[in-house]
Structures are given as C-alpha cells and as structure tokens.
C-alpha cells in the first residue's frame, strides 16, 4: 500500500494543503478500482500482506490557518500528515473494515447514478452489517475516513448532505426551469435549505438585502422570521440549528460569492459552543478539513457579547459546563482566533457563566429585533 499512498498524495496533495476533490463518478470508481487492485496485488505478492489505507490526518496537530493578504478571508485546512489505519492494530480492525465496506457501497451507489444521504446509507449498512455500524456515527466517521483516502469530496462519493439548514428574507432562488421561491413569504418555518449541492450550485439568486444574518438558534430564527426582521433591516437570515452542516454552509457561501457586498453576521449564544458555531461558519472545521475551507465566510460577531451583559438579568445566566471548558480550551488552542475574540473566551471562563439569546426576551419579546437592528446600525460587530 505504500506505493498506492506514494502515488494518492503525489497526486491528490501537496505538501502544504491537502483537499478532497469534486470530481465525477466515474473518477472516483477509478480510484476505488486502484484501491482495491493495489489491495490485491500486495496481499498475491510472493510475500503477502494486508497493506493498511493511509488516511490524511484529522486531528488538531495537522491543520493549518490560511490567512489572506488580499481579503479578510481566512481558513482551516489539513496539512499532508497521515494516519494510518490497519487490520494488524489492535481495537483498530472493524475501523479497517468499515472503510472498505463504505467503499463497496458508494461504488454501488456511484454505478447506479444515485445519491444516498448519511442517515440512508447508515440504515443500508445496519442491515448488511450491523455488527459493523451499530451506530450513525461509526458511519460518518467512515465517510470521513474514505474521503481523506481516496481524497474526493462526500458529494463525489454519491453521498448527500443531510441538511437542517432553513433560510428566510430579502432572497428569491430559482432553479433553472423552474418557479422561483420567494424566501419573504415562506413564514416563521423559512425555507428548507436542500442537501443537494449540485442543485444548490445552480441557483439563480436575486436580493435587495444589505446585511445576511446567521441566527444559531431555530427559535430565534423563527421569533425574527414571524417578526418580519428582515423588513426592517433588509436582509437575509439563515440557520443550521446549531452546528452547522455543509448544505448550510454552501449556501451561505454561494450567496456570499454572488453577493460579496453583503456583510454575513452571527446572532449565537455568549458561550464557548456559540463562538465554536460561528467559527465553523467562518473557517470551517478540523474534523471536515478537506473539503470544508472551501465554503468558509467572512462571518462577523454581531451578538451575544461581553459589553452586552450588563443588559441581561442576573438570573438569567447559568454556570460553565465540563463540556464548555472543553470547548473553550480548543478554541484557545486552535490557532484561530482573532485577538478580541479570544477576549471574549478568556471572559466567559473567568466568569464561569454564559447566557443565552433568549435572555433577551426579559425587555420584551419585541425587544430581539430592536437589539439587532441597534449592533447593525452601529457597525457593532467583530
């Protein structure tokens, strides 16, 4: 397999980025026939092996920050450190074999012209090989794991994104051919924003919106949807319910790439997972590290801030969790963040508290979009 890995990060890689091409089906059958050949040729050599599959690295350690000189865009991405995983390693085999399972499948899946999404191929695999996929995440860090070996991106592999994303304001999208949706009129649901990225790449995108909103909560996005925000600041507001996942965040970059003029600002909680939300959005993620950074946004902190605390009601705030600390300590360590935001972190960790939008809703349910409109005439974000 050493050959194979030679060859894979000749080719797919280079010594400072490393990235998942989008490619056609036809291109990644190939790679798995490469794969599974070279797998055969060793395993009938005169002295046989199981070679193992050398995976770009996931982890901390091998990412890097792209900075841009020309724009304030800047990036996570991988650099060329691999991991190794193996049938010989101890705990290390049903990972070794998973990864040849998911490979059989999406060949199935790429011979037949379809596109599956996670939660389908996970039920697929629980069928075929429950003892191998007991559970939905064995299956996405699998994906994770064929995409950093075979380097082409989830979509290329015919597996969809299973999107949570909604979109809502100042925005029409058209699909070539078809009617064209009015995103002002689809009430306090918003629009289903589709896990399909090859239909999302063809919209046709109209708006007289100044300012996108990224709301990291469905309530709030629903509270500004119902409350028609968007007429009152022209603007486009879109959530992914939490972390965001990569329909939504494709979108929110095809949006900013047809209208670069349009300052993307984050409405999330004041806490660490909050800030590791809009981080995301803004440079993408380790764990996704090879496809991500393509749709990172020059995203701004409009809210919940330090200076906005004295605001809220004393009891509305709420201690730190284990898990925050947790958060904040990558943050910390993650190379990412911009000065004023790691004063941000430094202050919910000395206060060992954090609040939440809602707690907003103490001056009034109305109160929300006045706040917002306040920060967005002021130009108070970061």
Not at 18 to 23: F, G, T
Not at 133 to 146: G, H, Y
Not at 228 to 254: C, E, V, W
């Amino acid at each position: 397999m050493e050959d194979l890995r030679t060859s894979t990060l000749k080719f797919f890689t280079d010594q400072h980025l490393c990235y998942a091409d989008i490619v056609p089906p036809a291109q990644v059958r190939a790679r798995i026939e490469v794969s599974v050949l070279s797998f055969l040729k060793i395993l009938n050599a005169s002295n046989p092996a199981i070679s193992d599959l050398p995976l770009i690295q996931r982890k901390l350690s091998n990412s890097r920050v792209n900075h841009s000189l020309l724009t304030e865009l800047s990036y996570v991405f991988l650099s060329n450190s691999v991991s190794i995983r193996s049938l010989m390693r101890p705990n290390a085999g049903k990972a070794f074999v998973r990864v040849w399972k998911v490979m059989e499948m999406c060949y199935q899946i790429l011979l037949q012209e379809k596109r599956v999404t996670q939660r389908e191929l996970f039920y697929k695999l629980l069928c075929d090989s429950p003892h191998l996929f007991p559970s939905q995440k064995d299956v996405n860090r699998t994906i994770q794991d064929l995409v950093a070996l075979l380097r082409c991106s989830r979509y290329s592999l015919g597996i969809m994104a299973s999107s949570r994303g909604l979109i809502a304001g100042r925005l029409i999208m058209q699909e070539p051919g078809k009617e064209a949706v009015d995103c002002s009129v689809c009430g306090s649901s918003g629009h289903t924003i589709s896990g399909d990225l090859s239909l999302l790449d063809k919209l046709i995108l109209n708006t007289d919106a100044r300012y996108i909103v990224v709301v990291e909560k469905h309530a709030i996005f629903q509270r500004l949807a119902e409350d028609r925000f968007f007429n009152q600041i022209p603007s486009i507001l879109i959530t992914a319910k939490g972390y965001p996942d990569m329909a939504t965040r494709f979108l929110l970059h095809r949006i900013s790439r047809a209208f670069p003029d349009l300052p993307i600002l984050a409405l999330v909680d004041w806490n660490p997972a909050g800030l590791a939300i809009l981080c995301t959005f803004k440079f993408g993620s380790v764990g996704m590290g090879l496809e991500s950074y393509r749709y990172a946004c020059n995203v701004k902190w409009l809210g919940l801030r330090g200076h906005d605390l004295p605001m809220l009601p004393d009891q509305s705030f709420v201690p730190l969790k284990t898990k925050d600390l947790q958060i904040a300590q990558s943050l910390m360590s993650s190379k990412i963040l911009q000065e004023n935001y790691k004063e941000e972190v430094t202050l919910m960790v000395q206060s060992g508290r954090r609040a939440e939008i809602e707690a907003l809703y103490f001056h009034g349910y109305d109160y929300l979009g006045k706040y917002i409109a306040k920060k967005i005439v002021q130009s108070d974000y970061i």
